[in-house]
């Protein structure tokens, strides 16, 4: 199972990416998918998280400017981060609750990362 992350760069206060992962290979299901971001010095934090159905978890700091959102059919979660500031720098990390067959144990599963940073 790989979990592979693209959309990350650079951007200028105020403006917009989207960042998208998906899962491959051995998947049967997926419960629980979530970005976590690490920032220079400090420990990697919960961003957002979703569940399969649809219910959203996201840290006070992103609320009303980021959305994650998922696509069951393709196995991939975005996050749309929007309004973004400097303070939203760091390293942008999936991940994903899998199942990889139907008798086997879920289990946690990270996306290599994304660097994104927000300067002018």
């Known amino acids: 199972v790989q979990l592979q992350a693209f959309g990350g760069g650079l951007v200028k206060p105020g403006g917009s990416l989207r960042l998208s992962c998906a899962a491959s290979g051995s998947v049967y299901s997926i419960g629980t998918m979530a970005w976590y971001r690490q920032a220079p010095g400090k420990q990697r934090e919960l961003v957002a998280g979703?569940?399969?159905?649809?219910?959203?978890n996201d840290a006070d700091s992103v609320k009303g400017r980021f959305t994650i959102s998922r696509d069951n059919a393709r196995n991939t979660v975005y996050l749309q981060m929007n309004s973004l500031k400097p303070d939203d720098t760091a390293v942008y990390y999936c991940?994903?609750?899998?199942?990889?067959?139907?008798?086997?144990?879920?289990?946690?599963?990270w996306g290599q990362g994304t660097q994104v940073t927000v300067s002018s």
């Open positions: 979703i569940t399969r159905g649809g219910r959203v």
């Open positions: 991940n994903a609750n899998i199942k990889r067959e139907i008798w086997s144990t879920p289990a946690f599963y």
